[in-house]
Each structure stands twice: as C-alpha cells, then as structure tokens.
C-alpha cells in the first residue's frame, strides 16, 4: 500500500507538471459573474450595471462562491482578478456584443483565458443566452446571429450524435436525458440565435465548437448546447438558472421537478470544472473584499424579469 503523504506529493507532483490528469482538486472554488449595462426598462435600477440574483445564487447550489466582476475597470485590474478566480460565468441580458463593456470585458478575459488554458492552467467558462452569442462572436469575431421566434418559450433538447460523448452531459443521469430531449423544460427567452447553418458555415466556430443540442423555432435550427472542443468553455441559449430561481410568470417559464434538477446538472457540472482550477486571491482580505456577500440583491417585483438584482456603480 502506498502511504497517504506519498499519494499527496505525487498527486501534487502530478498537478505541477502540468499534467492532464490532475488528482488534486479545489474545493472552495470562486466563480466570476460578469456585470453589463443596465436594461433601459429597469426602474429599479442604481448604478450603471448589474447582475441577476439568479445567476449567483445558480453557481451557489453547486457548492460555488461568485466574485461580481464589474465593468469600466482597467485591464490591468481586470488580470489580476482573472489570476484570483476560478471560472468566468457570462450571464443573459440585452447589451451589444461589439460595443459594450460587457463585450469589452469578456474579450480580455477569453483571451486570458485562451492563454492560460494553452499552458495547461485549466480556466473554464461558462457562457448562458447573450453568454452563448458573446462567445460565438469572440471565437468567429463576427456576428454571425439571426432573429429566431423565441422569446418566451420552453421547449425539449434535441441532442445530437456529438452530445453522445460530450463532457458536459456525461455526468447526467440517463432519465434527466431523457426528460430533456422529450419535455419542453428548457426556457429559452432571446431574440437572436446561432443558427446551424452559420455555425456549419464558419469555419473558426466549426473547429472551435461541437454542438451538443439543437432547437427550431419552427424556421431555423439553432444551437442551443455547445462546449469547445480544446477548452474547457461551455455554453446554453436556454436558461438554466431561472428554473429554480426566477419566477416571473409567462411563458417559457418552468418549474418541474426535471427542469429544476436539470438546472442543477449544468450547474454542478460548471463547479466541477472551476475545482480544476487553482488560481487564488493574494490573500484573505483581497478574497472577502471580492466576494459577492458585500452587496445586497434589490427586489424588483414579482414582474421584475429577474427576481431581484445586485447594482454597481
Ligand atoms: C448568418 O449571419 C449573417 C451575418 O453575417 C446574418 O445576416 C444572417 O442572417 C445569418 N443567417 C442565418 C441563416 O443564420
Ligand atoms: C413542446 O415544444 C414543441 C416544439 O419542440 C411544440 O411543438 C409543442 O407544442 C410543445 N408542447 C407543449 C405542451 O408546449
């Protein structure tokens, strides 16, 4: 038998080489949620950016902390948070993908994070609805989206051959496949798609992605589920987070127990992947200074798209 101290040094030894194989996991792992411009519509609104509740409460079910990550920093700043966190979650809303600070952070953070993947430094990403788009943009740098009729409705998963051995569904259990390809529980609330023909027609998003789900609004395909196939990047155009904790009530919303459980699939699945990573504050006070725990959610009403949102600025 291998004594235990052996197995910590090799399992550590492992980890500094830089191996694929890494043994040694985070088990206090804090994920960046990224703040955009306010929606123009939002009276509740103080400051100039915010973050849904949903989002921070998603990656907290999943044994997660969450850093805000705030707009209109320097790049700088914007670096050394990146070398402290560990996983970037960019969230739905409704900013342009060119000219925004939202657009603006999310490029030096995928391109750090590109880097830091390249030198085995496992970042992961995860990107939901507009996340998804952003993401399709800086991987093409091209918008390549198009209007789909999808603005609030649920519909079931159609999973492609890819999915079959995909890292983000390999986990789940065979029911929840089932119930997500045979029941419409997943939301999907955007205007703009990623439709299959323009993902198969460029060749950057090709080689970078695989598409693990598709859906239709009738007229297009679009992709709804994909992960990239050299970096550990994932991302939704339906809403894993507002099944369990959004609750405005129109439709597209839903709250079975497999939509919920469902939710809570993706989320763990993401938490996972940010234990790889072993980026940390430089120290404790940095980390509490960071935390989301230092602002308090705003309730917007039971109207409010999100339920109750965190303000900056
Ligand atoms: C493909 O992308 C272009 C933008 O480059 C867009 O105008 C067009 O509507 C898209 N077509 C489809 C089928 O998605
Ligand atoms: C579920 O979604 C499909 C589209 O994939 C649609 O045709 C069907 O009517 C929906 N069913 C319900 C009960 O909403």
């Known amino acids: 038998m291998i004594p235990t101290a052996v197995l910590a040094v090799l399992a550590t030894c492992l980890c500094s080489m830089h191996l694929v194989v890494c043994y040694h996991l985070n088990y206090r792992p804090i994920i960046g949620v ?74 030096i953070f995928y391109d750090l994070a590109i880097k830091a993947n390249d030198a085995s430094d496992h970042f992961p990403i995860w990107g939901t609805c507009q996340g998804l788009q952003q993401l399709s943009v800086l991987t093409s740098n091209r918008n390549l989206l198009t209007l789909t009729d999808t603005k609030a409705v649920a519909l079931p ?35 703009w798609s990623l439709s299959l023909q323009n993902y198969s027609r460029n060749a950057r998003l090709k080689r970078f992605y695989k598409v693990l789900t598709i859906n239709t609004d009738g ?36 709250h079975t127990a497999a939509s919920v459980r469902a939710s809570f699939y993706t989320a763990q699945f993401f938490v996972s992947e940010a234990m790889k990573n072993h980026h940390k504050f430089s120290s404790a006070s940095e980390e509490e200074k960071a935390l989301i725990y230092n602002y308090s959610p705003v309730f917007t009403g039971l109207d409010g798209i999100f339920m109750q949102n965190y303000y900056f600025d």
């Not at 044994?63 to 739905?92: C, M, W």
Request: aromatic share 12%.
């Open 157 to 191: 998963l159609t999973f492609t051959q890819a999915s079959q051995n995909s890292r983000l569904f390999k986990a789940f259990p065979k029911d929840l496949i089932q119930s997500l390809s045979e029941e419409n529980i997943t939301s999907n609330f955007h205007s």
């Open 34 to 107: 990224l703040a955009q411009e306010n929606l123009e519509e939002d009276v509740h609104a103080h400051g100039s950016s915010y973050i849904g509740a949903s989002y921070v409460k998603y990656l907290e079910s999943a044994g997660a902390r969450v850093a805000p990550i705030r707009i209109h920093q320097t790049d700088e700043e914007y670096e050394k948070i990146f070398n402290s966190i560990n996983g970037l979650l960019l969230p739905g809303g409704n900013v342009d993908l060119h000219t925004s600070q939202f657009s603006r952070v999310s490029k």
């Open 219 to 254: 007229k297009r395909d679009f992709v709804s589920t994909m992960e990239a196939n050299r970096y550990p990047f994932y991302a939704v155009q339906w809403h894993p987070e507002k099944t369990p904790f959004e609750w405005v009530n129109k439709p597209g919303m839903v």
